[in-house]
């Protein structure tokens, strides 16, 4: 049987596809102008907010390598670290805080720093035998960016005017604090407004106040001062001689203590080298870092000359009850955060804080000044 032929299917006519006009192009042309202008203004301001940020972050190192952070702690005490304690003092501009040693023209070595430019050296980390305790330059306190010619630690714009602070408006009022620290934004120059404005503003650039890197041991008023808990020693006080009833004949040769045993003044008056209820003439001493040394009178020797000395005389009648006393130093006394040293010497009731350690052969305590933090008490058991 024949099959009928199949139709072959026809295929539809073409239509003529029209072009975009002169007017549609330029229409899209400027719409892909439009959101390519906003993408790349949208990226422009996202870099200039991360370099904003990157400078506020950059603050914060430069606050923490000088002053550490007191809120952390290591085996449940505060944690002291920073060019302060270290050092003893504000670092004078931000290359301290890079190098131990350099030219005020970083790019200069110590062979070319001569005429108008002055060379920094600083004393290195070491262990001062007197003292017990290590000072001196410990950094770097700063990760700075390596240079051919020397490490810079820039803002987050970039800024660098060859100076050794690196482009950063600083200011360590002659060393005596406030630490003012300033980015020039930006533009890299003073004032201007948004990005271009000086960060933090002017006025409130104080990046480390008095209180935040030294200690108050006693005010512009005379208040306040180191206090020493004696405990609570016996009345009677005895010469291990078994002759001498005073201190000061006692101790040139033997040991002068409380007895405990002894119950009342009939008691201890029987005795041979004795006295009840004696009463001393007391001073203290604190040692503290200056410029990375204890050698703080530049004799080369650690010794009574190099401390602070209390003022006067602390009169202490021994009648067997707790003592706790504070001794006042000068006006205006200031200690910057740090371990520093304190010891009780006898006084000679008039005018002279003397060289003999009380009780004999006592040992100095090492304290930690910390900003903000109350001292308590100090320990100084006499029995």
Request: charged residues 20%.
């Amino acid at each position: 049987m024949t099959q009928p032929p199949t139709a072959t299917p026809r295929t539809p006519p073409r239509r003529p596809q029209q072009g975009m006009t002169l007017l549609e192009l330029l229409v899209v042309i400027a719409l892909m102008s439009v959101v390519g202008f906003m993408a790349l203004s949208q990226v422009g301001d996202d870099l200039n907010q991360a370099r904003y940020e990157d400078t506020r972050n950059r603050l914060e190192m430069i606050r923490k390598a000088i002053i550490g952070d007191t809120s952390r702690t290591l085996n449940g005490q505060p944690e002291i670290r920073g060019f302060v304690a270290d050092m003893g003092r504000l670092p004078a501009n931000l290359q301290e805080l890079i190098e131990r040693e350099f030219c005020s023209n970083p790019v200069l070595g110590q062979a070319a720093c001569t005429g108008a430019e002055t060379w920094t050296s600083m004393p290195a980390y070491a262990h001062d035998a007197t003292a017990g305790l290590w000072a001196g330059w410990n950094g770097p306190y700063l990760n700075a960016s390596p240079e051919s010619d020397y490490p810079r630690f820039r803002d987050g714009w970039g800024n660098d005017n060859g100076s050794n602070d690196f482009g950063w408006v600083f200011n360590d009022s002659g060393g005596a604090g406030p630490l003012l620290v300033q980015s020039t934004g930006m533009d890299g120059t003073a004032g201007g407004s948004d990005y271009d404005a000086d960060y933090p503003p002017t006025g409130s650039e104080t990046l480390i106040e008095d209180g935040q890197w030294r200690v108050t041991v006693t005010d512009s008023l005379g208040a306040g001062g180191i206090q020493i808990d004696f405990g609570a020693p016996a009345s009677c006080w005895r010469c291990s001689d078994g002759l001498s009833t005073d201190r000061t004949t006692c101790e040139f040769s033997d040991d002068w203590y409380p007895d405990s045993t002894i119950p009342d003044a009939a008691a201890c008056t029987a005795l041979g080298g004795a006295a009840w209820r004696p009463t001393d003439n007391l001073c203290l001493r604190l040692l503290r870092r200056q410029n990375g040394t204890f050698d703080t009178n530049g004799d080369s020797t650690v010794d009574t000359a190099d401390a602070l000395e209390s003022n006067g005389a602390v009169s202490v009648t021994w009648d067997g009850s707790r003592k706790v006393e504070t001794f006042v130093f000068a006006s205006g006394t200031f200690v910057p955060q740090g371990v520093s040293l304190v010891r009780v010497y006898t006084h000679d009731g008039v005018a002279t804080c003397e060289t003999t350690e009380f009780p004999s052969g006592q040992d100095s305590l090492a304290v930690a000044l910390i900003p903000g933090v109350a001292t308590l008490p100090l320990p100084w058991p006499v029995q």
